[in-house]
């Protein structure tokens, strides 16, 4: 069984993405189950943690409604195609992580035209290689069962805290108002990141 997302709301992922990949395909697959298993985002109900910042991430966030914005799209920097999904008014969860074959076979010779691209550039038959390529692995993900594709596991841990609003405060070395969680202390002066980071006056 192929993909059952509605064929209108592919269009609308790739559009909003900028165009269709790989990566896209697997995030579109991935925001099926969850919009399987725990719907839609209404209000911050349902909350996504994604495990890579690639082109996957567009489709989660258009599809479920998740976005950094509302503080319920949360990115954890492990370089994983995974992505967990918690409802809040049930507690239901799930983490939906791709198998380590996902992209099949022929995603080697991808990744040397890829290098060869950056190093030195294509020539236009090996460049017509790499779109077909791209092309084939994108049409089989989104033609496979998800069971090919993902391991549905138990996530670990608890929901994410939901977004709050927090104060501000001027920062002591620039004056830019900062997220009041967000200042550090030196000398005591309240100083936002940026401000922290450079070198003390006088060294
Ligand atoms: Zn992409
Ligand atoms: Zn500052």
Sequence with gaps: MGCRVANELIEATIRFHGHMCPGLAVGIRAAEV??????????????????????????VQYLTGCTFGKGNLIHLDYGKNAFSFYRRSDGKS???????????????????????????????????RWQAIRRKITDELMQKDIEELFDVKPVQGDPPARARI?????????????????????????????????????A
Excluded: Q, W, Y
């Design 34 to 59: 969850a919009l399987r298993e725990v719907g839609r985002d209404g209000d911050e109900e349902i909350v996504a943690v994604v495990e890579t910042d690639m082109c996957g991430v567009d489709a």
């Design 94 to 128: 799930l983490r939906v992580v791709a198998r380590p074959a996902i992209l099949g076979d022929e995603v080697k010779t991808l990744a040397e035209l890829h290098r060869k691209m950056n190093a030195e550039g294509l020539s236009e038959e090996e460049e017509g």
């Design 166 to 202: 927090l104060s501000s405060l001027p920062c002591d070395g620039c004056g830019e108002a900062v997220m009041e969680t967000r200042l550090r202390v030196r000398d005591d002066r309240r100083l936002c990141a940026a401000c922290f980071n450079l070198p003390p006056r006088g």
